[in-house]
């Protein structure tokens, strides 16, 4: 009989270099912290039934997909990249995984 061993994705960081132009020229680069997954997105964890509720909470709420939205691009400025026209390719990614359900969400959205 296998050994199984339970484990939960509990949270992750998303760190950006905020000196890229200085660490281009031979600076040390400064990482910092961008944002903390659950702490932005109030989620108990980073598994399946945690992301499927992001993802019904991004559909319905425009603040917390505007917030997406700017984390997206990693501290970019002015580089929106997700906005009303496309966000449906953003929000069906994060459900349905394959490619005849991606198209069925995609398509239905449209």
Known sequence: MPNRIAFALTDSARFCLSNLAATAKGALPNRQ??????????IADLMPASRATLAARLESDATLR???SELYAVTAQGT????????????CAQT?????AYEAC???GK
């Open 33 to 42: 912290v961008e944002y903390v997954y659950r702490g932005t997105y109030a």
């Open 80 to 91: 929106d990249q997700i906005d009303t026209s496309n966000w449906q390719a953003y929000t």
């Open 106 to 108: 995609y398509c239905a």
């Open 66 to 68: 505007k917030r997406f």
């Open 96 to 100: 349905a995984l394959g490619q005849d």
